[in-house]
């Protein structure tokens, strides 16, 4: 089946939380919501579940409109941060629930609940209680109850937040593999970049209730549209630097005047944002190129392989990404090289204005 | 000056132990330094809440002294401890002033009000909350009371010691940036000590002088962020530390080679005389094997994670699942591709513990 969003809008006590939101999913796709909190994640998992009716636009399932079918008639399962399970039932009778409901024979439905046991890894639990199981069984009961309804559209919202580190790096491996094999289209909302990086498929982009950017995710996440999704798309957050262009010559708001921006060349006066990631900048006791910016080091950072220096460059501070370990003193004078090829220039309105944005645009 | 010295410590919640495994946090001795900030990581369960708990006072071990300096500690509450606490949740209090909140504990002190204004000036400084020092807790996002929360876990300097439980858990990633960066730049201005515990690596990792990986009730290792990257002493803490983890191959080590299911490679020391009959593995980091476009082992490409700033290969080389990295100069891939493994940076591993080798 393919699910699509037409125009939707919601409004709370009379502000619009969510905003004119256009999605079409494809059968069997996986479709990561990508947004910091309260920027309307789960709203929108809301109203596509049906659980609340939106303000403004249309839902509709394989082009048929489904906006006011209750959510008993929809074929939805839903999986929240919070763990929700009957916490009187074990974790057996938890995960045929659904199938109770809806009527199935004993006989199979005792087979269902065993293969998504299996494939979730609570066979030996299955006469436990809720209440008996770590953090992290307890949300693979709640996703195996969504398994088994073998619902078209299988809504995700941060599952693995509460979970331990490891454990989620597992289930994140193995979630949109179980969930792929049952052709359902999967969303699954998320506040993390690296984790919208490692499940991949396509990434939805969301600021302030307005989806910015949709499309596969190595491309929203190569070539972002708008200065959102870029900044959603960032951890570290992205390194901004607005500059002001004035006959012809670009320069920063110091004044200094900066060398050839990339895209910025051909564009009218006015102001601009340049934007990069940690990665895009390496920091080196001397200028090697025309976008090298003086600045004092505020404190690194070290990860094991990787040093993280923050640096005060006098418009606020950039993470500088370095490999290796790198201890630079607070307080030290460092110079950070840009690389301009990853460098992305955004207009006043927050748009992308340079022309290789184009191939990563469409939805 | 206070350093914490933890002397023979081990917890079992249930009543009276009768082997190892009944000890929730197994024997440890320890000294935390003063000055320094240590992280406690590890996966739920694994006793790091409970050694927090016995440092603040919560939890009285079953066994061993905990001395703040010289002084026998073990059996007081916490309030006798002198210590600052931060929860994973904002605890303040509502109906006050940030300024008034921040103020609280050195109140509490009977500080005089001079001195109260300066330290409270001085940590809102630190923590950019001077423009909201006057505005009333109600009201304000959970991100920003969490770091009221922080400060006023700072805010008294004669404490012996600060400890974090879980502080950034409930904060957005962008924020979780700048608080970390914050708590450092404050920990280097302030010569406390600090003790954090985590379940996330980055977080403990970047924060802390020292880690204390735990796993199982046991602290598998302490050390600086780069040994523990760079020479993990137990393969827990490979696996646990850096994302994915080490890869770990059953292996056959003979003088300074290694067997891999049929393949040989050569190791960075010579191991002589690994003791028989125990399991020995091959440990080498997913930064330090890598598809190259010389020649290499041969291994078959299983899938292909694009990680944004980095992209990896997992791979099988004979039946052991690799994860290797593809370098940026690398573009498209075949169904077999050739891996290099850097000998500088792979271990032997005996029944889960690093053997030192000699130089070749």
Not at chain 1, 234 to 263: C, F, H, Y
Not at chain 1, 265 to 270: A, E, I, K, L, N
């Amino acid at each position: 089946m393919t699910f699509a969003l037409d125009h939707i809008g919601f409004d709370v006590g009379g502000d619009r939380v969510i905003d004119d939101v256009c999605l079409t999913f494809a059968p069997a796709s996986l479709n990561v919501l990508l947004g910091p909190t309260l920027a309307g994640k789960t709203t929108i998992m809301r109203l596509m579940a049906g659980l609340d009716q939106p303000s403004t636009g249309r839902l509709l399932l394989d082009g048929e409109d489904v906006t006011g079918t209750p959510i008993r008639k929809r074929s939805v399962a839903m999986v929240y941060q919070q763990f929700i399970n009957y916490p009187s039932f074990t974790v057996y009778e938890n995960i045929a629930s659904p199938l109770r409901g809806a009527g199935v024979a004993k006989a199979e439905i005792d087979k269902q609940v065993r293969e998504a046991a299996r494939v979730l890894r609570l066979e030996n639990l299955l006469q436990r209680l809720p209440a008996q199981l770590s953090g992290g069984q307890q949300q693979r009961t709640a996703i195996a109850r969504a398994l088994v309804k073998r619902a078209g559209l299988v809504l995700l919202d941060e599952p693995l937040a509460n979970l331990d580190y490891k454990l989620r790096e597992e289930l994140r491996e193995e979630l949109p593999r179980i969930f792929s094999r049952t052709g359902a289209i999967l969303m699954y909302a998320t506040t993390e970049p690296s984790e919208a990086l490692l499940l991949g498929g396509s990434t939805i982009t969301l600021s302030a209730g307005r989806v910015t950017q949709f499309g596969p995710t190595s491309k929203v996440y190569r070539n972002p549209v708008h200065i959102d999704a870029a900044r959603v798309f960032s951890d570290p957050p992205l390194n901004e630097l607005p500059v002001a262009k004035q006959d012809g010559t670009i320069k920063d708001r110091s004044g200094r005047p900066l060398g050839r921006i990339d895209g910025l060349s051909d564009r009218p006066d006015g102001g601009y944002r340049v934007a990069f990631r940690a990665d895009a900048a390496s920091i080196g006791p001397a200028a090697t190129g025309e976008l090298s910016f003086y600045g004092k080091v505020v404190i690194t950072e070290i990860s094991g392989s990787e040093s993280f220096i923050h640096v005060d460059v006098g418009v606020g501070t950039w993470v500088c990404l370095v490999s290796g370990v790198h201890e630079w003193a607070p307080g030290r004078t460092a110079v950070v090289n840009i690389d301009p090829r990853q460098v992305f220039v955004f207009d006043a309105s927050g748009r992308r204005v340079q022309a290789n944005v184009l191939e990563g645009a469409e939805p | 000056m206070t350093s914490i010295t933890l002397d023979g410590v081990a917890h079992a919640y249930d009543g009276k132990p009768r082997s190892e495994s009944d000890y929730q946090l197994k024997l440890f001795t320890h000294v935390w330094e003063h000055g320094l900030a240590y992280a406690l990581l590890g996966p739920s369960g694994c006793g790091k809440t409970t050694l927090l708990n016995i440092i603040s006072g919560l939890v009285i071990p079953s066994e061993g002294r905990v001395l703040f300096s010289d002084k026998d500690v073990t059996h007081l509450p916490t309030e006798q401890r002198n210590i600052a606490q931060v929860f994973q949740f904002p605890v303040i209090y509502d109906t006050m002033s940030v300024a008034e909140n921040l103020a609280f504990p050195l109140k509490n002190r009977r500080l005089s009000k001079p001195v109260i204004d300066r330290r409270v000036a001085e940590i809102a400084a630190m923590l950019d909350l001077t423009d909201d020092l006057n505005r009333r807790a109600r009201g304000l996002t959970a991100d920003a009371k969490q770091k009221i929360s922080l400060g006023r876990g700072l805010v008294r300097s004669d404490v012996s010691a600060v400890l974090f439980d879980e502080p950034l858990t409930v904060i957005d990633p962008a924020l979780k940036w700048e608080l970390r960066s914050k708590l450092k730049t404050v920990h280097r201005a302030l010569d406390l000590l600090m003790i954090y515990v985590t379940h996330d690596q980055i977080e403990a990792l970047t924060f802390a002088d020292k880690v204390v990986v735990m796993n199982d009730g046991r602290a598998v290792q302490i050390g600086t962020p780069a040994e523990l990257f760079y020479r993990p002493e137990h393969t827990f803490v490979g696996y646990f530390i850096g994302s994915p983890g080490m890869n770990f191959m059953r292996a056959g080590v003979r003088g300074d080679r290694a067997q891999v299911a049929g393949f040989e490679f050569g190791l960075g020391q010579v191991y002589d005389n690994l003791p028989a009959g125990q399991p020995v593995q091959v440990g080498v980091r997913p930064e330090f094997v890598s598809v190259t476009s010389g020649s290499g082992l041969p291994a078959q490409v299983r899938r292909i994670a694009d990680l944004g700033r980095k992209r990896l290969a997992y791979v099988n080389l004979g039946d052991h699942p690799l994860v290797v990295t593809i370098p940026r100069e690398v573009e498209g891939l075949g169904e077999v591709v050739n891996i290099l493994i850097d000998s500088a940076n792979t271990h032997v591993y005996v029944a889960d513990a690093r053997v030192q080798g000699r130089a070749p």
